[in-house]
């Protein structure tokens, strides 16, 4: 039964025409996991307590940082360093008291994932990398539970329900492979606006509810959002269950124990640290580290070139000192007019990536009395060891 003090606070969604108050006891009596209580987490877990989930799971093994606080609205200043899993299930309880949430802190992984997504009647995927989105929508066909997956980046996003019975796919299905690991960017290497992922985030709570509540369609699709198009909406038509995808299908081939595969490396591998890998990797003529590179800077400043391959936009932001800026997509499609002059150059970017692939296009077509370096790390890298008053961004 419903609370009586519940009845005003709910009543404003209880009086739609085929929600009611059996739509209300639905959600009183559902669960759901989010997993990643980040940009896309945050507002699907505050629309989901709000109205009225009888309890929510949070799993995330990060914690609060300041550059979190521009999209994922449930954390604050004073939560920093704090859980995230931890700090949304307090700002969820001010929401909602009698709410009941079960916030675990660590990494989802093949050992543990049946184990903490089975509870639950539907999963939300708030998260932001390849492997995780294999792991969930495999586990989810394995144990048949909805799936809600949301994506956002720069000013797009996108939504999609996996899992949807009678024959809806899994994720698996449409991506059979991932995509190669150096086209796949993050939020911090590609930017995000914070709205963007309200949106999406808002609306995976929207599909959860709905599938409680019975008022979805179950007819699977893939919608598009772009802030800046026109509409800004677009929703695409699904095909069903693929009969040969080996986590959903009904071939004999099926996956056996999630916990046997490696989503990591089915996905290309860890996510680079450019730094560590250029210390190590490469040839030592062709790079050099921040603090060489600070101690050149110093000493002969005006005999060096140094390249900053960055957009524009995020060379606006910051810059080192007599650097010029090319974007990397100009210098490798032209390259030579930035050999003209025989001094040594030093290109940079803001991780350490682009850099070697701008140094590399340099020094095919240098001539022999040039050398060209990039610098490992790039600009996070030269905040950390030579200059902690740079911006980082």
């Given at each position: 039964?419903?609370?009586?003090?519940?009845?005003?606070?709910?009543?404003?969604?209880?009086?739609?025409?085929?929600?009611?108050?059996?739509?209300?006891?639905?959600?009183?009596?559902?669960?759901?996991?989010?997993?990643?209580?980040?940009?896309?987490?945050?507002?699907?877990?505050?629309?989901?307590?709000?109205?009225?989930?009888?309890?929510?799971?949070?799993?995330?093994?990060?914690?609060?940082?300041?550059?979190?606080?521009?999209?994922?609205?449930?954390?604050?200043?004073?939560?920093?360093?704090?859980?995230?899993?931890?700090?949304?299930?307090?700002?969820?309880?001010?929401?909602?008291?009698?709410?009941?949430?079960?916030?675990?802190?660590?990494?989802?992984?093949?050992?543990?994932?049946?184990?903490?997504?089975?509870?639950?009647?539907?999963?939300?995927?708030?998260?932001?990398?390849?492997?995780?989105?294999?792991?969930?929508?495999?586990?989810?066909?394995?144990?048949?539970?909805?799936?809600?997956?949301?994506?956002?980046?720069?000013?797009?996003?996108?939504?999609?329900?996996?899992?949807l019975e009678p024959d809806g796919p899994c994720y698996r299905c449409l991506f059979p492979?991932?995509?190669?690991?150096?086209?796949?960017?993050?939020?911090?290497?590609?930017?995000?606006?914070?709205?963007?992922?309200?949106?999406?985030?808002?609306?995976?709570?929207?599909?959860?509810?709905?599938?409680?509540?019975?008022?979805?369609?179950?007819?699977?699709?893939?919608?598009?959002?772009?802030?800046?198009?026109?509409?800004?909406?677009?929703?695409?038509?699904?095909?069903?269950?693929?009969?040969?995808?080996?986590?959903?299908?009904?071939?004999?081939?099926?996956?056996?124990?999630?916990?046997?595969?490696?989503?990591?490396?089915?996905?290309?591998?860890?996510?680079?640290?450019?730094?560590?890998?250029?210390?190590?990797?490469?040839?030592?003529?062709?790079?050099?580290?921040?603090?060489?590179?600070?101690?050149?800077?110093?000493?002969?400043?005006?005999?060096?070139?140094?390249i900053d391959v960055r957009p524009p936009v995020e060379f606006g932001i910051c810059a080192l000192p007599g650097s010029i800026n090319v974007p990397l997509r100009e210098l490798?499609?032209?390259?030579?007019?930035?050999?003209?002059?025989?001094?040594?150059?030093?290109?940079?970017?803001?991780?350490?990536?682009?850099?070697?692939?701008?140094?590399?296009?340099?020094?095919?077509?240098?001539?022999?009395?040039?050398?060209?370096?990039?610098?490992?790390?790039?600009?996070?890298?030269?905040?950390?060891?030579?200059?902690?008053?740079?911006?980082?961004?």
């Amino acid at each position: 039964m419903l609370a009586l003090d519940d009845y005003p606070r709910y009543g404003r969604q209880m009086i739609l025409d085929r929600f009611g108050l059996q739509g209300q006891l639905k959600l009183q009596n559902s669960s759901v996991v989010v997993v990643g209580a980040g940009g896309l987490g945050c507002p699907a877990l505050q629309y989901l307590a709000a109205a009225g989930i009888g309890k929510l799971g949070i799993i995330d093994p990060d914690v609060v940082e300041v550059s979190n606080l521009q999209r994922q609205i449930l954390h604050d200043e004073a939560k920093v360093g704090m859980p995230k899993a931890e700090s949304a299930a307090r700002a969820l309880k001010q929401i909602n008291s009698r709410l009941v949430i079960d916030a675990v802190c660590d990494a989802l992984s093949p050992d543990n994932a049946v184990k903490l997504l089975s509870p639950y009647d539907i999963i939300l995927d708030c998260t932001d990398n390849a492997p995780t989105r294999y792991l969930l929508s495999d586990t989810a066909a394995f144990i048949r539970k909805p799936l809600v997956s949301g994506a956002a980046q720069k000013f797009e996003g996108q939504l999609c329900t996996y899992n949807l019975e009678p024959d809806g796919p899994c994720y698996r299905c449409l991506f059979p492979t991932p995509p190669a690991r150096e086209l796949v960017g993050t939020c911090e290497e590609n930017g995000i606006l914070g709205a963007v992922t309200g949106v999406i985030g808002n609306m995976q709570a929207l599909e959860a509810i709905k599938i409680i509540t019975g008022l979805h369609d179950k007819k699977p699709s893939l919608l598009l959002f772009s802030a800046l198009g026109s509409p800004p909406f677009r929703s695409i038509k699904l095909r069903s269950r693929k009969a040969t995808c080996p986590a959903c299908g009904n071939s004999d081939e099926k996956f056996g124990e999630i916990n046997k595969i490696d989503y990591v490396q089915f996905c290309g591998g860890p996510t680079p640290d450019w730094e560590s890998r250029g210390l190590s990797l490469g040839n030592p003529d062709h790079r050099i580290s921040v603090r060489d590179f600070g101690r050149v800077c110093e000493e002969k400043r005006e005999a060096i070139t140094i390249i900053d391959v960055r957009p524009p936009v995020e060379f606006g932001i910051c810059a080192l000192p007599g650097s010029i800026n090319v974007p990397l997509r100009e210098l490798t499609a032209n390259p030579h007019p930035y050999l003209s002059t025989p001094r040594e150059i030093y290109v940079v970017c803001r991780l350490g990536n682009d850099s070697q692939i701008a140094a590399s296009s340099l020094r095919e077509v240098r001539t022999e009395d040039i050398k060209v370096k990039d610098v490992i790390g790039g600009l996070r890298a030269w905040t950390r060891h030579v200059d902690p008053t740079f911006p980082v961004y």
